[in-house]
């Protein structure tokens, strides 16, 4: 039905940047809110950051500051740019969308993963 391929992830050293992009592709009416995860090894995922339709932003306390996400509702594309990352930061990251369909139903999609490794 619908699709999320994320992108853009990698090996970086500490203080360095990444942007990670998401995809959306399907059977789309809209896109309701918008968000990335992160799983660690040995860890739950936890949500890093999410946006709304409107483009109103809430982010985890550890990342405050030094990510930012945004997304582009012409093209079903949601971004986060990080900055100064830090080997904590470590993790497979997940785009998440809330999607209502051409068949009018609501549904909850995540993405395949990206991988984020920063190295001290």
């Known amino acids: 039905q619908v699709q999320l391929v994320a992108s853009g992830g990698g090996l970086v050293q500490a203080g360095g940047s990444l942007r990670l992009s998401c995809a959306a592709s399907?059977?789309?009416?809209?896109?309701?809110?918008m968000g990335w995860y992160r799983q660690a090894p040995g860890k739950q995922r936890e949500s890093v950051a999410t946006?709304?339709?409107?483009?109103?932003?809430a982010y985890a306390d550890s990342v405050k500051g030094r990510f930012t996400i945004s997304r582009d509702n012409a093209k079903n594309a949601l971004y986060l740019q990080m900055n100064s990352l830090k080997p904590e930061d470590t993790a497979v990251y997940y785009c998440?969308?809330?999607?209502?369909?051409?068949?009018?139903?609501?549904?909850?999609?995540w993405g395949q993963g990206t991988q984020v490794t920063v190295s001290s």
């Open positions: 946006i709304t339709s409107a483009g109103s932003t």
């Open positions: 399907g059977k789309i009416f809209s896109i309701n809110a």
């Open positions: 998440n969308a809330v999607v209502r369909t051409t068949g009018w139903a609501v549904e909850n999609y």
